[in-house]
């Protein structure tokens, strides 16, 4: 079946710029991750969705971050006043239920940002 | 959620068995132990879990020790597609989902022909 889809596999912008990352989860996943990995580094977390909340967005690094899900299934993830440190790849991720330990992950392929 | 060490990188040969360690020293009761691999320019993917017992599945087996402070992915039959960045974490029920993962650097394994 379909996995994450993640749009669009690359980002080029220019410092200052706003940009949207999109993710699809898989259909009928309830939990939705953001993830932020560096170049060289594992990746780390940013916010988590159960639904159509956020219920953990301690990862976020600022407030030029934002992400929204609506209808409990596509994400957003929002940046404003982009900056060249916030060049990196973005990972999405889904899951059945972000509230049991037999739920694993199931990660997209990222979009690669870069801000010259 | 408690830390773990991973040797920076491993070698093996293809079709034979691959064995990642991982230490887990300060880990506690109720945190499982998860396994995620990243291939180059993919997204990390699932591998296995377990709590206290052995487990096995069509990817791999993870040996957990008695005093749960360590533990071993098996690869039984390496294959070059089997390079890649090999995540030990661990992972309890505080905090506000299992899916909050803390990934550390990981084991760079690469299956030698």
């Known amino acids: 079946g379909a996995g994450v889809s993640q749009t669009p596999s690359n980002k080029v912008t220019e410092k200052g710029k706003y940009v949207e990352l999109r993710c699809d989860p898989i259909?009928?996943?309830?939990?939705l991750y953001w993830y932020r990995q560096s170049l060289g580094q594992g990746p780390e977390f940013l916010i988590y969705?159960?639904?159509?909340?956020?219920?953990?967005d301690s990862g976020l690094p600022n407030d030029r971050f934002f992400a929204v899900r609506p209808e409990g299934s596509v994400s957003t993830l929002k940046i404003q006043r982009t900056e060249r440190g916030d060049s990196a790849v973005y990972l999405c991720?889904?899951?059945?239920?972000?509230?049991?330990?037999?739920?694993?992950?199931?990660f997209g392929n990222g979009t690669r940002l870069t801000v010259t | 959620d408690a830390k773990t060490t991973q040797p920076p990188s491993m070698d093996c040969a293809e079709g034979r068995a691959a064995n990642l360690p991982c230490n887990h020293s300060t880990i506690s009761g109720n945190e499982y132990v998860y396994w995620y691999r990243q291939i180059h320019s993919q997204g990390p993917q699932y591998i296995i879990h377990g709590l206290k017992n052995n487990e096995t599945n069509e990817m791999a087996s993870l040996i957990i020790t008695e005093d749960r402070k360590s533990s071993t992915l098996i690869l039984p039959h390496a294959t070059l597609r089997d390079t890649a960045v090999y995540y030990c974490i661990v992972k309890g029920a505080g905090g506000t989902s299992y899916g909050k993962l803390t990934f550390g650097q990981g084991t760079i394994l690469t299956v030698h022909p």
């Open positions: 969705f159960q639904g159509t909340g956020a219920a953990d």
């Open positions: 259909s009928g996943h309830t939990a």
């Open positions: 991720a889904s899951s059945l239920s972000g509230t049991v330990h037999n739920s694993p992950l199931h």
